[in-house]
């Protein structure tokens, strides 16, 4: 399955990547390979590490000593401001350097009153967060810099050791055994500097995406707002079309029935009143004009009805009484594409949930059919535990990349309106696969 959100398709989802979005490589080739960076997170890392780390010990020490005073909490309150502006420049050198972008935490509130705005700086959990991370950044700074600079040069001197001792020491000589051990030391300490600068880095990823980024409540309005965003948009999108629909077809449709059935009306005659005499038989021109424009207007009625049905469809797609499971299967049936499909809905959701589950698959089957160029596909549903898993895959030529304008960005913004979640595994060339995770109740 192919999305194409301008016309050309995607080239690089689904490839197999690591946790830094480089590519996977097999043996020692992985084990060597680090990100320039990585090794420059760990060397420039090490002073701001020190002045953070020491901003925040005597942060602490000082908020210690001055509980008992009168200053204590004033200078806590000041010191806290500080430590939470300080989490600016941390994220933004773990964003460049490490390409782990971290979210900025919402802006305090203001309330109103000096005693109230303290009170609030006090209790700010992301202000306590970004002090434990000045605090655990300090060691792990010492360590990046041992790993991407003291282990290299501790191991390049003691393979070069036996060359070093024979410089100092000229003249006939009996090799020891430190000249034995110290080359294969040596090189151990240069091939572990790689894996451990590797290490440092994704442990400074974790404790950057924990600690400096919004709490987990201000994530989640902030996700439940970009949903609801999308859903206002995607539903005003909707309704322009619904009324463009309405007055370029269905409105044109009914204006032509309007006009045949006047045209009948016409080929009947005037009014007869009681009092006239009886018309003699019409002439076979006549009532052949008649029934063709009945048949007509019959025609013209029934594609209104039919085009209806589809807008009012599209508005509120509904799901049979049955649920998924009488749902889908007629769904695959209308897809052009072959598509076996396998259910195992132990539970029934919630009709929303049904509802996004079936529009998933319908708008998923459609990318297969429209882009995928495949000759089969697979539609799989499984509803148990409290989860509903829909997974949709096709053997065409991949490349499908939810990017922004794209239909696959459309459905992730409808699913997480109701914390569900997609994945798109599309390498090119195929297969494609496509998963969405959502909860069977909100």
Not at 71 to 98: C, E, H, I, M
Not at 120 to 148: C, I, K, N, Y
Not at 195 to 219: D, F, I, T, Y
Not at 370 to 395: F, I, M, Q, T, Y
């Amino acid at each position: 399955m192919t999305e194409r959100a301008d016309g050309a398709g995607g080239s690089t989802a689904g490839c197999t990547t690591d946790g830094t979005g480089r590519g996977a490589a097999p043996g020692w080739r992985r084990h060597l390979a680090v990100r320039g960076g990585d090794w420059a997170f760990a060397i420039l890392g090490l002073p701001v590490a020190l002045l953070g780390g020491l901003y925040a010990i005597a942060v602490l020490y000082a908020g210690v000593l001055l509980s008992l005073t009168v200053v204590g909490l004033p200078f806590v309150v000041l010191a806290l401001l500080g430590v939470r502006r300080l989490g600016a420049p941390q994220r933004w050198l773990v964003g460049r350097l490490l390409g782990e972008r971290i979210e900025p935490p919402a802006p305090l509130p203001r309330p109103a009153g000096v005693l109230a705005r303290g009170r609030v700086v006090l209790t700010d959990p992301v202000a306590w967060r970004v002090l434990l991370h000045l605090v655990l950044r300090l060691p792990l700074g010492v360590l990046g810099l041992a790993a991407a600079v003291l282990l290299p040069l501790g191991g390049g001197w003691l393979v070069g050791f036996p060359l070093w001792v024979r410089l100092l020491e000229p003249g006939p000589r009996a090799t020891g055994w430190p000249e034995f051990v110290a080359v294969p030391l040596g090189l151990v300490l240069l091939a572990s500097a790689p894996g451990a600068v590797r290490a440092l880095s994704g442990v400074n990823r974790r404790l950057a995406r924990v600690l400096l980024g919004p709490v987990r409540a201000q994530q989640r309005v902030r996700q439940l707002e970009n949903a609801r965003t999308g859903l206002i948009a995607a539903n005003t999108d909707r309704l322009r079309g619904l009324e463009r629909d309405l007055h370029d077809g269905t409105q044109a449709r009914l204006v032509a029935l309007a006009i045949t059935l006047a045209l009948a009306e016409d080929a009947l005659g005037p009014v007869r009143l009681p009092a006239d005499p009886a018309p003699g038989p019409g002439t076979p021109a006549d009532t052949d004009r008649l029934r063709a424009l009945v048949t007509r207007a019959r025609g013209q009625t029934d594609d209104t009805i039919a085009e209806l049905r589809l807008l009012t469809r599209g508005i509120h797609p509904v799901t049979p009484e049955g649920g998924l499971g009488e749902a889908l299967p007629g769904l695959t049936a209308t897809c052009p594409v072959p598509v076996d499909i396998r259910l195992d809905l132990r539970q029934r959701p919630e009709p929303a949930i049904e509802q996004a589950v079936y529009y998933c698959a319908a708008e998923l089957l459609t990318n297969i059919a429209k882009h995928s160029g495949g000759r089969s596909a697979e539609l799989a549903v499984r509803a148990a535990d409290g989860r509903v898993r829909l997974l949709v895959r096709d053997d065409g030529r991949g490349g499908a990349v939810p990017g922004s304008g794209s239909g696959l960005a459309g459905l992730a913004e409808r699913l997480a309106a109701v914390d569900g979640v997609l994945r798109v595994d599309s390498p090119p060339g195929g297969p494609t696969t496509v998963t969405a995770e959502l909860p069977a109740a909100l």
